[in-house]
């Protein structure tokens, strides 16, 4: 029993019950609110502390046991004690209470704090123990000079990651060009700062390497702060005019959202150099995510090809190129009717062309222009002028129409052997939907002149066409506002308003 309340005596003279009592708190904070390197920070404040009972404990023995060295015991105690204190004092403050209001302290710099508040410290208590503590600092000035000369390079690291830490170039979380290796920042500590490539590679810069080299931060545009412009290179056969290259371009740029593309600075087509067989254009656009650079740039090059390919503007192809393809005349009016049956076998499908002679359908087939789009694409936008009849041949298009509140919804989706955009042409009404490419999609357009002249000549479909908008409107309304069925009486209204508008712009003779 006695020597249980010489334990208790102990605990309570080195702090070892109020510092358990301060653990607890700091501890529930850090599992509460702290993130994962803060969690780490607990886990090594806790060294000094079972350093601390293990102290404590040695001193209990030697007490019982009426040992010389209890105060060296007791006294190593209670440093290892005021350690702790400080790295948790030090933890609360600049971990959890001063990021709350904004403050963010370096790494280096807390560590600075906290161990020059432990050497203090100790010498304080090793001063109070009765221990003469100047001699010991005029040893550790001669030791400190050969520790000094011994670490230069060591030493070296340490200011420069204390310069680092002070003007902030870079900073955790940058993305940096150094040695020719691009990352991000993960860490900057006392000798090196860490820095991870998109493979997942951790690159290990001594801090004075970054002192001293050129480094190249990214994303730190001071008017497009976390942007960083890409450049996609191209080449087109330098016979077409550039200005209608760059106007496709930039028109497939737009049809629909890039991931990680900026909208605003807008992406921008040049014309960068004229060779002996192409010309040389480039897409400078702003990438807004830094991880993902490639992808990125894969994406803009499909939005390129396609809207090329639409263009009718083949990418350039080596100037040496020998083509021995013996391409005869009748080979070539095979490809043409085989090509031309094929569009008209596309037109038979259709409900709007089923009730045309074969001759009508070839004669459509002529002036059909083949459009691919890619992923994500817009083939039309709501409230856009309408300017040609669509026509899926391959792929699926999503049928999107904006609500009352703002927001976009689906409402279908149409395959091939589906058309779309009848209306705008015939009736001259805004598009009533937004379509996207869901994938690939092998399309053909068909003029608004046109379509209204092959209708024009069919007055006799004036029923079959206004009917199959109607019901077009009716359901993409019934989608829109949730509703279902009682759609007779608002289909012949519909009907019968098509007519009138068909009328007026087709046929304005029988208006």
Not at 64 to 80: C, H, K, M, Y
Not at 98 to 117: E, K, S, T
Not at 350 to 364: G, I, K, V
Not at 395 to 407: F, W
Request: charged share 25%.
């Amino acid at each position: 029993m006695r020597a249980l309340e010489i334990l208790w005596a102990e605990l309570l003279v080195d702090g070892s019950v109020y510092l358990v009592c301060a653990l607890v708190p700091v501890f529930l904070l850090v599992r509460l609110l702290g993130k994962r390197d803060q969690r780490r920070g607990f886990v090594r404040t806790l060294t000094p502390f079972a350093l601390h009972l293990l102290c404590t404990f040695g001193s209990w023995a030697a007490l019982l046991a009426e040992s010389p060295i209890q105060p060296f015991v007791r006294l190593a105690a209670t440093i290892f004690a005021a350690i702790t204190a400080v790295s948790l004092a030090a933890m609360a403050l600049f971990m959890l209470l001063l990021p709350r209001v904004g403050i963010l302290i370096p790494r280096i710099l807390r560590d600075a704090v906290v161990g020059v508040g432990a050497v203090a410290a100790a010498l304080v208590l090793t001063s109070r123990a009765g221990f003469d503590v100047t001699g010991l600092a005029a040893t550790s000035a001669i030791l400190t000079a050969v520790i000094a000369l011994s670490l230069q390079d060591t030493l070296g690291n340490i200011v420069a990651g204390l310069a680092l830490e002070l003007d902030h170039s870079p900073v955790v979380g940058d993305w940096i060009t150094v040695e020719q290796i691009t990352g991000q920042v993960r860490e900057i500590r006392w000798r090196h700062s860490a820095v991870e490539t998109r493979n997942g590679e951790t690159l290990i810069v001594p801090n004075s390497a970054l002192v001293k080299s050129r480094v190249m931060v990214l994303g730190r545009h001071s008017k497009h702060p976390g942007l960083l412009r890409r450049w996609v290179r191209f080449n087109v056969d330098f016979r077409f005019p550039p200005s209608e290259v760059i106007a496709a371009v930039l028109k497939a740029l737009k049809k629909g959202n890039i991931p990680c593309v900026a909208k605003e600075p807008a992406p921008d087509c040049l014309l960068m150099e004229l060779d002996e067989s192409y010309a040389r254009y480039a897409v400078r656009y702003w990438l807004k995510d830094l991880v993902r650079d490639d992808p990125t740039d894969s994406a803009v090059r499909t939005r390129i090809f396609y809207g090329l390919k639409r263009g009718g503007f083949p990418l350039s192809i080596p100037a040496q190129a020998v083509f021995m393809t013996n391409e005869t005349s009748s080979r070539k009016t095979e490809k043409l009717s085989q090509d031309l049956e094929r569009r008209a076998a596309i037109l038979a499908g259709l409900p709007l062309f089923a009730d045309f002679s074969h001759a009508e359908r070839l004669e459509l087939a002529q002036r059909l222009h083949e459009s691919p789009y890619g992923p994500g694409e817009l083939l039309t936008r709501q409230g856009d002028v309408g300017h040609w009849l669509y026509i899926i041949a391959e792929g699926d298009v999503s049928v999107r129409v904006r609500c009352d509140d703002g927001q976009e919804r689906e409402v279908g989706r149409l395959g091939a052997g589906s058309f779309f955009g009848e209306a705008a042409l015939l009736t001259d009404v805004p598009r009533t939907a937004t379509v996207e490419a869901v994938g690939e999609v092998a399309c053909f357009r068909l003029s608004r002149v046109d379509f209204q002249e092959a209708i024009k000549r069919r007055p006799d479909m004036k029923e079959v066409i206004a009917r199959i908008m109607a019901e077009r409107q009716v359901r993409l309304f019934q989608l829109k506002e949730g509703e279902e069925g009682g759609a007779t009486k608002r289909l012949e209204r519909t009907k019968t308003a098509f007519l009138a508008r068909m009328r007026r712009l087709i046929w304005p003779e029988d208006a």
